[in-house]
């Protein structure tokens, strides 16, 4: 009997329907490996490179996120990027992007996240281009030299691995690296989705005495108050505008005082504005959730200023900050149930799934591949 040709979600054309197409898989190259994808995650950032928000080749062999079983190793892959032995069958992940290591970005600034020539699984890499495997949408992904490859650890399912997939390692770089965080800081984090809620969780983990989340709809900030994501919320169906909210929030905190740190992960720009006012005077704000571009809103620079406010911006993650979210995987599900706001979807219900994710009736959504040939 032949053997079935993987299925991959490709996107031909901007605004488009997402479709499955047949591509053959093949050996990989040294130093890569082919992967049967068991979960390739949803990402806010996939709704906007559908809808034409960031610049993308077609036709896009989609998914960025995704974890599966290695099924064939290229010749000299030995161990995942700590060293890890790697078998046929291991579980794996992979950071999605592959820096160049040779740029300005990358060698002087040693900054991988700003490198312009990165390769993105999923993002950047055309369904048509050898070996067409490129995305994490798909039965089966070709990954290849130079990627970060990184074993599961034994104590962590797939599911909790995708639940935080591109958001867990954005917060590592953003919160964990940029933000002083201390035992018996006030946090408020805007916006519950995904990256909320993994910047919620990293600041707990770092110590914060009060995270306080700042979103909606009502649903989601119950939902984060149950996995022990925040310490409490303001929702902004019952608090619609913004000094309401301000005013919910600093009665929230000690003394009616504003937060020490403001994570916005709201991705709405009259958020960068409401941020300013959360903090306290020599607080830190960090804009993390702007990650496409929405246009200008107007703020009040002054209140920087008067306020003496630290103030970071964060892109992306470098494959460095995968590795460290993977690490700090085992802790992190022991202290919140991470599976529990992932939805899951057949390959098959693609578009439905990219709907939901759109209209936010899901928090996080992902998909599974029919293959069944479990290791
Ligand atoms: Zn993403
Ligand atoms: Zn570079």
Same mark, same amino acid.
């Given at each position: 009997?032949?053997?079935?040709?993987?299925?991959?979600?490709?996107?031909?054309?901007?605004?488009?329907?997402?479709?499955?197409?047949?591509?053959?898989?093949?050996? @990989?190259?040294?130093?890569?490996?082919?992967?049967?994808?068991?979960?390739?995650?949803?990402?806010?950032?996939?709704?906007?490179?559908?809808?034409?928000?960031?610049?993308?080749?077609?036709?896009?062999?989609?998914?960025?996120?995704?974890?599966?079983?290695?099924?064939?190793?290229?010749?000299?892959?030995?161990?995942?990027?700590?060293?890890?032995?790697?078998?046929?069958?291991?579980?794996?992940?992979?950071?999605?992007?592959? !820096?160049?290591?040779?740029?300005?970005?990358?060698?002087?600034?040693?900054?991988?996240?700003?490198?312009?020539?990165?390769?993105?699984?999923? #993002?950047?890499?055309?369904?048509?281009?050898?070996?067409?495997?490129?995305?994490?949408?798909?039965?089966? #992904?070709?990954?290849?030299?130079?990627?970060?490859?990184?074993?599961?650890?034994?104590?962590?399912?797939?599911?909790?691995?995708?639940?935080?997939?591109?958001?867990?390692?954005? &917060?590592?770089?953003?919160?964990?690296?940029?933000?002083?965080?201390? !035992?018996?800081?006030?946090?408020?984090?805007?916006?519950?989705?995904?990256?909320?809620?993994?910047? &919620?969780? *990293? &600041?707990?983990?770092? +110590?914060?005495?009060?995270?306080?989340?700042?979103?909606? @709809?009502?649903?989601?900030?119950?939902?984060?108050?149950? #996995?022990?994501?925040?310490?409490?919320?303001?929702?902004?169906?019952? *608090?619609?505008?913004?000094?309401?909210?301000?005013?919910?929030?600093?009665?929230?905190? @000690?003394? +009616?005082?504003?937060?020490?740190?403001?994570?916005?992960?709201?991705?709405? !720009?009259?958020?960068?504005?409401?941020?300013?006012?959360?903090?306290?005077?020599?607080?830190?704000?960090?804009?993390?959730?702007?990650?496409?571009?929405?246009?200008?809103?107007?703020?009040?620079?002054?209140?920087?200023?008067?306020?003496?406010?630290?103030?970071?911006?964060?892109?992306?993650?470098?494959?460095?900050? *995968?590795?460290?979210?993977?690490?700090?995987?085992?802790?992190?599900?022991?202290?919140?149930?991470?599976?529990?706001?992932?939805?899951? *979807?057949?390959?098959?219900?693609?578009?439905?799934?990219?709907?939901?994710? &759109?209209?936010?009736?899901?928090?996080?959504?992902?998909?599974? @591949?029919?293959?069944?040939?479990?290791?």
């Amino acid at each position: 009997m032949e053997k079935p040709v993987p299925k991959v979600a490709v996107l031909e054309e901007i605004n488009g329907p997402i479709t499955l197409q047949d591509f053959p898989d093949s050996q @990989p190259s040294p130093g890569g490996a082919l992967v049967e994808v068991a979960l390739g995650g949803i990402c806010g950032t996939d709704v906007h490179l559908r809808t034409g928000h960031l610049n993308v080749p077609l036709p896009l062999a989609m998914g960025h996120e995704a974890v599966g079983w290695i099924r064939k190793l290229g010749d000299g892959l030995t161990t995942d990027v700590e060293g890890q032995p790697l078998a046929v069958g291991d579980r794996v992940v992979w950071a999605n992007n592959i !820096p160049c290591g040779s740029c300005h970005e990358c060698l002087v600034l040693k900054e991988p996240t700003l490198c312009l020539n990165r390769k993105i699984y999923g #993002i950047n890499r055309r369904a048509s281009d050898f070996p067409h495997l490129q995305g994490g949408w798909a039965e089966m #992904i070709v990954l290849e030299a130079g990627t970060t490859i990184i074993k599961i650890p034994d104590s962590v399912s797939f599911e909790e691995v995708i639940t935080l997939g591109c958001a867990g390692p954005t &917060a590592i770089h953003g919160v964990v690296e940029n933000l002083k965080i201390e !035992p018996g800081s006030v946090v408020a984090v805007q916006g519950a989705g995904p990256v909320g809620l993994a910047s &919620a969780m *990293y &600041a707990k983990a770092m +110590g914060a005495a009060l995270v306080v989340i700042l979103g909606g @709809p009502t649903s989601r900030i119950e939902m984060a108050l149950q #996995i022990g994501a925040a310490d409490a919320g303001v929702d902004m169906d019952s *608090y619609p505008t913004a000094p309401e909210r301000l005013d919910a929030f600093r009665q929230l905190t @000690p003394h +009616g005082g504003g937060a020490d740190v403001v994570i916005e992960c709201a991705g709405v !720009p009259s958020a960068v504005a409401e941020s300013i006012d959360l903090a306290r005077p020599n607080g830190q704000l960090l804009v993390l959730g702007q990650y496409t571009d929405h246009g200008p809103t107007p703020i009040n620079p002054h209140l920087i200023t008067k306020k003496q406010l630290k103030v970071f911006g964060s892109w992306g993650f470098a494959p460095a900050h *995968y590795v460290k979210y993977v690490k700090s995987l085992p802790q992190l599900v022991k202290n919140h149930d991470l599976a529990s706001i992932l939805s899951v *979807y057949s390959l098959e219900e693609i578009n439905d799934a990219l709907a939901d994710v &759109a209209s936010g009736s899901v928090t996080k959504a992902a998909l599974r @591949p029919g293959t069944k040939n479990e290791a």
